[in-house]
């Protein structure tokens, strides 16, 4: 008797162990990246235009960020800084990529598919890619997804064209696909729930999925653009319901395959609003292309159930650039020593609510004045170039040489929590504080210029 006992209470010890294990399962990853949305775009952010039923639901499931930054005030840099986890200069993109530009996300960078693959993920990058243009079989030398991680991809090279709806220029696995009926958002969708459909299912899965609204040329449905036929900006409302309604149907889908419950799905824009002065970007100052505040706060969204309280807002500074060091953090990856990662987990903030930033948030872009910006608590630093480098919307490779020499000058102090929308310099009132952030704010310069690639001296044989 005495033996059966030990016995049965062997094999129930083993089969809780085995029912610990499986509860501590990676999840799934789904990253939803939308392109050009503003901080005030959807409803749960205080959109008094803008229905986003399906967003509000999953923040209302998770956590919502008040102060949540975007990797750059423009697309391609603010990607790089979502696939590595390191400052988008740090990562060699300095503007937005161009067909003429030799600049691309290097094949030599380590991409958040990359560490989910080799933790044992299927990936799938579905939709706007802007970190190079090189999609097509034989099209040229640099890298597409598939270099870097995903097993399946569809993309387009930078916007889709002519717009929105019904777009010609969709590549799927090095393949052009020509036009392609319907909206971007939902071609998007029917594309990851096919994938989801025939993923291997003994494997989690990644899915990088990054949308093109409500970056023009934008389009929606009539039944979204007759909802706003009163404002003067309905197809870029219509288009964000829209992205919205596509949101909904990836994650209907995820419910119906019982996923939802073990998937981390975290939504966010590459950067502010270009419709900063109807409204998009909430009281925050300018929009995309600037380094204030209106250029870079998004929209940040995580839902994790089990892991991430219900109806969470949390206002410690998070970004873009936190993603890759939280998912490494989670699955447990292994990176080489000797890349610097810019981001901080957001692990301890979700499970424990605790997290202190390994170092402070940090922005350069070239033709914005501020050029540099540091986000440290509640206080924000800018900074503009000691050499004048030119201010136009188009980046010339040939600035990098006055990118790797200039210094910072014209430092000004800002207390985000009294005033969001950076009226007044606070650096007399507070010297330490001033005097402790410049002092970081030159170091990080330095350090992340160094490092940052010169392409003019780039050859494809060492990337």
Not at 291 to 304: D, H, K, N, T, Y
Not at 400 to 405: A, D, H, T
Request: proline share 6%; with cysteine.
């Amino acid at each position: 008797m005495l033996r059966n006992f030990i016995v049965l209470l062997v094999i129930a010890f083993t089969s809780y162990q085995g029912s610990l294990a499986q509860n501590k399962k990676s999840p799934n990853i789904v990253l939803l990246f939308a392109d050009d949305l503003g901080y005030r775009d959807l409803s749960c952010y205080g959109s008094t235009q803008v229905k986003t039923p399906n967003l509000d639901k999953l923040a209302a499931k998770g956590i919502r960020f008040t102060d949540f930054y975007a990797g750059s005030a423009v697309c391609s840099p603010s990607r790089a800084a979502l696939m590595t986890g390191r400052s988008s200069v740090r990562a060699g993109i300095y503007s937005w990529i161009h067909t003429s530009h030799i600049m691309h996300l290097a094949e030599s960078e380590f991409t958040t598919a990359e560490l989910l693959k080799k933790a044992g993920y299927a990936t799938a990058h579905i939709g706007k890619w802007h970190l190079g243009y090189d999609l097509e079989e034989a099209s040229g030398p640099g890298p597409n997804p598939g270099d870097q991680g995903f097993d399946h991809w569809i993309a387009t090279g930078n916007n889709a064209l002519p717009s929105h709806e019904n777009p010609v220029n969709f590549v799927r696995n090095g393949q052009a696909l020509g036009e392609v009926e319907g909206f971007s958002s939902h071609i998007l969708a029917d594309e990851a729930i096919g994938w989801l459909e025939n993923r291997p299912k003994d494997q989690p899965f990644f899915i990088n999925l990054w949308f093109h609204e409500p970056h023009q040329k934008v389009a929606a449905p009539e039944k979204f653009l007759s909802e706003h036929k009163d404002t003067n900006l309905p197809a870029y409302y219509g288009s964000i319901e829209n992205m919205d309604a596509a949101i909904g149907r990836i994650l209907e889908e995820l419910e119906n395959q019982g996923l939802i419950e073990e998937t981390l799905i975290v939504f966010m824009s590459d950067n502010g609003s270009y419709r900063g002065a109807h409204g998009s970007n909430g009281e925050l100052t300018k929009g995309k292309t600037t380094l204030w505040e209106g250029g870079i706060r998004v929209p940040g969204i995580f839902s994790w159930p089990g892991v991430i309280a219900e109806g969470t807002i949390e206002n410690k500074p998070a970004g873009v650039v936190d993603v890759f060091p939280t998912i490494k953090e989670i699955v447990g990856g292994e990176i080489d020593p000797e890349i610097v990662i810019d981001g901080s987990s957001l692990l301890p903030l979700f499970k424990a609510g605790k997290f202190e930033r390994s170092k402070p948030l940090y922005w350069f872009y070239p033709p914005s004045r501020p050029v540099a910006v540091i986000r440290q608590g509640p206080w924000n630093l800018i900074a503009d170039p000691e050499i004048d480098i030119p201010r136009g919307n188009m980046f010339q490779e040939a600035y990098i040489g006055m990118i790797k020499e200039t210094k910072l000058v014209n430092f000004r102090l800002y207390n985000l929590r009294n005033d969001p929308k950076q009226n007044k310099d606070v650096s007399s009132d507070n010297p330490e504080v001033f005097e402790s952030m410049k002092k970081e704010m030159i170091r990080l310069h330095d350090e992340i210029v160094e490092e940052a690639i010169d392409w003019r001296s780039f050859s494809w044989d060492n990337n």
